[in-house]
Nanobody
Framework: QVQLVESGGGLVQAGGSLRLSCAAS????????MGWYRQPPGKQRELVAF???????NYADSVKGRFTISRDNAKNTVYLQMNNLKPEDTAVYYC???????WGQGTQVTVSS
């Protein structure tokens, strides 16, 4: 089982930036696809961004051009750089290891208008 710990959330004004980190324990991180998801208040969890073991990325249309997912295999960490944040980006953000389906505990991102 993989343990995932997210960090970097917080309160930011619209137009601001945050960088989320997800540190993974366990072996073989470099060959695992990783995803960032979010769950806005009262809504279902949705995929935000995805990165394969080879570095190929995919994004939800709502965040394209604003968010960037990346990974540092030497640190067993995946990042989500979020720029030009909007109030509708407010949510709990989770990372997920896509092979075994392990989730982190989530980190709150709140964007004020």
């Amino acid at each position: 089982q993989v343990q995932l710990v997210e960090s970097g959330g917080g309160l930011v004004q619209a137009g601001g930036s945050l960088r989320l980190s997800c540190a993974a324990s366990g072996s073989f991180f470099s060959i695992k696809a990783m995803g960032w998801y979010r769950q806005p208040p009262g809504k279902q969890r949705e995929l935000v961004a995805f990165i394969t073991s080879g570095g190929t990325t995919n994004y939800a249309d709502s965040v394209k051009g604003r968010f960037t997912i990346s990974r540092d295999n030497a640190k067993n960490t995946v990042y989500l750089q979020m720029n030009n944040l909007k109030p509708e980006d407010t949510a709990v953000y989770y990372c997920k290891e896509e092979v075994l389906g392990s989730w982190g505990q989530g980190t709150q991102v709140t964007v004020s208008s």
